[in-house]
């Protein structure tokens, strides 16, 4: 679960980088949040999109998200949508394609020690913003 508190120090007080804010909104009423930021990626123009937030459920509004982010004037979006979220499944419908296999690891251990054995890859809702490190 993603607090007031901690989306401030994570995009808002963040040093060098210059993350934006994507909504969505329906009859009024805010429905979806997102947190990216316009980064040059060679020649091109990336908008890395660290964080979406709907409610359960709401693929519109996550694909409204990813539409927004589509179209914040960049030649391209790029993000981690975890299996399984509304966000996954709005990127697939939407035409989102999985990049190849880039060689990241991700290695976790608890203070206590290593994970238990019975967690899984599946367990795990990472956003691009719990990887990306600053």
């Keep these: 679960m993603r607090t007031a508190g901690y989306l401030a120090w994570r995009y808002g007080a963040a040093p060098?980088?210059?993350?934006?804010?994507?909504?969505?909104?329906?009859?009024?009423?805010?429905?979806?949040?997102?947190?990216?930021?316009?980064?040059?990626?060679?020649?091109?123009?990336?908008?890395?999109?660290?964080?979406?937030?709907?409610?359960?459920?709401?693929?519109?509004?996550?694909?409204?998200l990813l539409r927004a982010a589509a179209a914040s004037g960049c030649d391209h979006a790029a993000t981690h949508l975890a299996p399984g979220t509304e966000a996954a499944a709005a990127g697939l419908r939407a035409g989102c394609v999985t990049a190849p296999r880039t060689g990241m690891v991700l290695a976790a251990r608890t203070p206590s020690g290593p994970l238990p054995a019975q967690r899984t890859l599946a367990d795990w809702r990472f956003s691009l913003g719990d990887l990306e490190v600053f």
Excluded: M
């Design 16 to 64: 060098g980088l210059d993350y934006r804010v994507v909504t969505v909104e329906r009859g009024g009423e805010l429905v979806g949040l997102a947190f990216g930021r316009p980064r040059r990626r060679g020649p091109l123009a990336e908008f890395t999109l660290a964080e979406l937030i709907v409610r359960p459920g709401d693929r519109a509004a996550a694909a409204g």
